[in-house]
């Protein structure tokens, strides 16, 4: 194993059995074998990978691909049925929201615990404290007992304790999920410190642009199989092909004449529907006119009380780079069987070329922002101008330029 490499899988996989009745667990005991009164459940198949020194990879794919199990085998919770795998260095994980965490004890308490479980001595501890406090930033409750925790104060102390150990892998599984988006951009940039820094970053996210703008590498994984390994670009593109939606579900919002297809994530409260981009007439459009108005119109049927709810749409490139978006003002105190009209007007600011929208809506629980319901890819539409003229890269900044000869210099003297 190459003293750079930190990760290395070779035909790692894992099984476990499935009784189909409880007390067949106790006539397989007594068969000694010679009678399965179970079947395998392959969790992982023959995964071979390597990760290096201060890559930052993500692991992705649709829900029951194996991807927590990965990560499990990774940290030592769990063990291989079959295959090598080798992890060099200290590992600092966040597997689970709050996992490790005494609920009885104070936050100053559960950090030193923590500590503890790292091997490090109380004045190591010490010095990392006031670090640990300030990234967390939950004030007087870190000397409250965590059992009162929201799920975003124990992120924020868990992620806190989590990037102060001197982890030579960080390994997180869908926690930061669970933040507010300001939160979010704090720990990835500290994430961006981090890998700078040379350590080992694998996180487990449904979130692909988090992917495509951190990640050095990704992994995609499906019924416990690695599928497509690599730059995130063409993983993430194939993970998104696996995640369409079928095609009577993509009818409803993702209009016929689109070569990419769209991604409707489970609804958790709402139903997006009638997803479309019109032009300052109200007319629906799939060609835009560089430097015109449009709007993007959207309706949602709620089926939950929510409270703070607002509507978002965000414009992305085919390669699954983040462009820009807006979100609306929020409709307070909702009962759960409203209808919700959407519209986000924008200046189109785009070089010609096509171009994908995402729509979503949110909700908030306290300090908590969720998604209601989104959909990936619900719209393609190409953009055009009257006029051509040299472009760079994907926006269009309007700019004034212009190029002439200097007047000769004056060399008499």
């Given at each position: 194993?190459?003293?750079?490499?930190?990760?290395?899988?070779?035909?790692l996989?894992?099984?476990?059995?499935?009784?189909?009745?409880?007390?067949d667990?106790?006539?397989?005991?007594?068969?000694l074998?010679?009678?399965?009164?179970?079947?395998?459940?392959?969790?992982?198949?023959?995964?071979?990978?390597?990760?290096?020194?201060?890559?930052?990879?993500?692991?992705?794919?649709?829900?029951?691909?194996g991807?927590?199990?990965?990560?499990?085998?990774?940290?030592?919770?769990?063990?291989?049925?079959?295959?090598?795998?080798?992890?060099?260095?200290?590992?600092?994980?966040?597997?689970?929201?709050?996992?490790?965490?005494?609920?009885?004890?104070?936050?100053r308490?559960n950090?030193?615990?923590?500590?503890?479980?790292?091997?490090?001595?109380k004045?190591?501890m010490?010095?990392?404290?006031a670090?640990?406090?300030?990234?967390?930033?939950?004030?007087?409750?870190?000397?409250?007992?965590?059992?009162?925790?929201?799920?975003?104060?124990?992120?924020?102390?868990?992620?806190?304790?989590?990037?102060?150990?001197?982890?030579?892998?960080?390994v997180?599984?869908?926690?930061?999920?669970?933040?507010?988006?300001?939160?979010?951009?704090?720990?990835?940039?500290?994430?961006?410190?981090?890998?700078a820094?040379?350590?080992?970053?694998?996180?487990?996210?449904?979130?692909?642009?988090?992917?495509?703008?951190?990640?050095?590498?990704?992994?995609?994984?499906?019924?416990?199989?690695?599928?497509?390994?690599?730059?995130?670009e063409?993983?993430?593109?194939?993970?998104?092909?696996?995640?369409?939606?079928?095609?009577?579900?993509?009818?409803?919002a993702?209009?016929?004449?689109?070569?990419?297809?769209?991604?409707?994530?489970?609804?958790?409260?709402a139903?997006?529907?009638?997803?479309r981009?019109?032009?300052?007439?109200?007319?629906?459009?799939?060609?835009?006119?560089?430097?015109q108005?449009?709007?993007c119109?959207?309706?949602?049927?709620?089926?939950?009380?929510?409270?703070?709810?607002?509507?978002?749409?965000?414009?992305?490139?085919?390669?699954?780079?983040?462009?820009?978006?807006?979100?609306?003002?929020?409709?307070?105190?909702?009962?759960?069987?409203?209808?919700?009209?959407?519209?986000l007007?924008?200046?189109?600011?785009?070089?010609?070329?096509?171009?994908?929208?995402?729509?979503?809506?949110?909700?908030?629980?306290?300090?908590?922002?969720?998604?209601?319901?989104?959909?990936?890819?619900?719209?393609?539409?190409?953009?055009?101008?009257?006029?051509?003229?040299?472009?760079?890269?994907?926006?269009?900044?309007?700019?004034?330029?212009?190029?002439?000869?200097?007047?000769?210099?004056?060399?008499?003297?």
């Amino acid at each position: 194993m190459s003293p750079d490499v930190v990760i290395s899988a070779r035909g790692l996989s894992k099984s476990y059995r499935l009784f189909g009745h409880p007390g067949d667990r106790v006539k397989q005991f007594l068969s000694l074998g010679l009678k399965h009164y179970h079947r395998e459940f392959a969790a992982l198949s023959d995964v071979s990978f390597d990760i290096r020194k201060g890559e930052t990879v993500g692991i992705i794919g649709r829900n029951g691909s194996g991807k927590s199990t990965l990560l499990q085998l990774i940290c030592g919770i769990l063990k291989p049925s079959a295959g090598t795998l080798q992890v060099n260095g200290r590992i600092s994980a966040l597997l689970e929201l709050g996992a490790g965490f005494n609920p009885e004890f104070t936050g100053r308490e559960n950090v030193y615990f923590q500590g503890a479980l790292m091997g490090f001595t109380k004045a190591q501890m010490d010095k990392r404290f006031a670090d640990v406090a300030a990234f967390a930033d939950i004030g007087e409750f870190i000397d409250q007992p965590v059992r009162i925790y929201s799920s975003g104060m124990f992120l924020r102390l868990a992620f806190a304790v989590a990037i102060n150990v001197d982890a030579d892998l960080l390994v997180i599984d869908e926690a930061i999920a669970v933040g507010d988006a300001g939160f979010r951009a704090r720990c990835f940039r500290r994430l961006g410190e981090l890998g700078a820094a040379g350590c080992t970053i694998l996180f487990v996210t449904h979130a692909m642009e988090q992917v495509t703008r951190f990640c050095n590498r990704s992994i995609l994984l499906d019924h416990g199989r690695l599928l497509k390994q690599g730059p995130p670009e063409p993983v993430v593109a194939e993970c998104l092909r696996l995640q369409a939606v079928t095609p009577e579900t993509d009818s409803a919002a993702h209009p016929s004449g689109n070569d990419v297809a769209a991604v409707a994530y489970q609804p958790n409260g709402a139903l997006i529907e009638a997803v479309r981009l019109v032009d300052a007439n109200g007319h629906e459009v799939r060609h835009l006119l560089d430097g015109q108005e449009y709007r993007c119109r959207f309706r949602a049927r709620l089926t939950r009380p929510a409270n703070a709810v607002r509507g978002a749409f965000l414009i992305r490139t085919r390669a699954g780079v983040d462009l820009g978006g807006a979100m609306t003002t929020c409709l307070d105190t909702l009962s759960g069987d409203e209808t919700i009209e959407v519209e986000l007007g924008f200046h189109c600011r785009l070089n010609p070329a096509s171009y994908l929208l995402n729509v979503a809506l949110f909700a908030r629980e306290g300090n908590i922002e969720f998604a209601l319901h989104g959909i990936q890819n619900a719209l393609q539409f190409e953009v055009t101008r009257e006029r051509d003229r040299p472009t760079l890269g994907a926006v269009d900044f309007d700019c004034r330029a212009s190029i002439r000869l200097a007047p000769a210099r004056d060399t008499a003297s």
